[in-house]
């Protein structure tokens, strides 16, 4: 692990372990689904890129990149944070109010 971090660094080795969280969410959706009747899919999608995002940070971050590249690279981060935004929104309102949106 210690010669992982060192390799990668520790924000690039932590995008690594949640991507595949989300990849392992994404394939046991069928075990949770028959079993529990819980749909994991499309959480397991965000979280992996939600991690992919994350190691797009870490590579400009490590890298160093300036210029038009790191723009491109930021850009594409942030476009892959997106589906996150809903999520956000929706806690916020069921802390705030204590009912599901939409709901």
Known sequence: MKRLIERFG??????????????????????????????????????????????????????KLHGWKAVVLAILAGVLLLPLIPLIVTSIYYAITGKPMGG
């Open 10 to 63: 520790k924000l690039i080795t932590a995008s690594f372990f949640i991507m595949g969280l989300g990849i392992l969410l994404f394939l046991l959706t069928p075990l949770f689904y028959g079993q529990w009747g819980i749909d994991t899919d499309l959480i397991g999608l965000i979280i992996f890129t939600t991690g992919l995002a994350i190691l797009l940070i870490g590579i400009i971050r490590r890298k």
